[in-house]
């Protein structure tokens, strides 16, 4: 079995028996989408919610509205049946304080929301997530199973 490492604002694509990590998602998502039927899956590691606020945008895999496109876009070319995706979040952590209403250290909450909304306006079900609180966390799709285990310091491990 083969470990497929995906790093920060990047995404890739996995089949079974080999399984996918992303490591240190604190305010980021690690979005899993996988084909049930065919045991393929891929895993993508965002940073912001939405490439329309920004200039420099060319990095797909950094935003929620483009990196889900194109993780979606990549399974399917390999040969995932699009009506049987089906998604698991995690991430989105408030890492830090931040005094007041500043939209910044709400980061975390904004690309959870976006990630949802994302899959929902593509008709991929969202079957379970572990988003929120102060943690970081370390997430690994095993495509085999579908089963999306969740690491973080001092935590039992969370299989959703």
Request: proline content about 3%; some cysteine.
């Amino acid at each position: 079995m083969a470990t497929i490492k995906v790093g920060m604002a990047d995404l890739n694509i996995c089949k079974a028996p080999d399984m996918i990590t992303t490591l240190g998602l604190g305010s980021c998502i690690g979005i899993a989408v996988y084909d049930p039927v065919l045991k393929l899956g891929g895993l993508a590691h965002i940073m912001l919610p939405d490439s329309t606020q920004m200039r420099n945008n060319s990095n797909i895999a950094k935003f929620a509205d483009t990196g889900i496109e194109e993780l979606i876009k990549r399974v399917v070319a390999a040969g995932a049946n699009k009506r049987r995706l089906v998604a698991k979040i995690a991430g989105g952590a408030k890492m830090f304080q931040v005094s007041g209403l500043s939209t910044i250290g709400n980061v975390g909450e904004r690309n959870a929301q976006a990630s949802r909304a994302k899959l929902k306006q593509l008709g991929i079900p969202l079957l379970a997530e572990d988003t929120g609180l102060n943690y970081g966390r370390t997430v690994e799709l095993y495509p085999a199973t579908g089963e999306f285990y969740i690491k973080a310091v001092g935590k039992t491990l969370k299989i959703i």
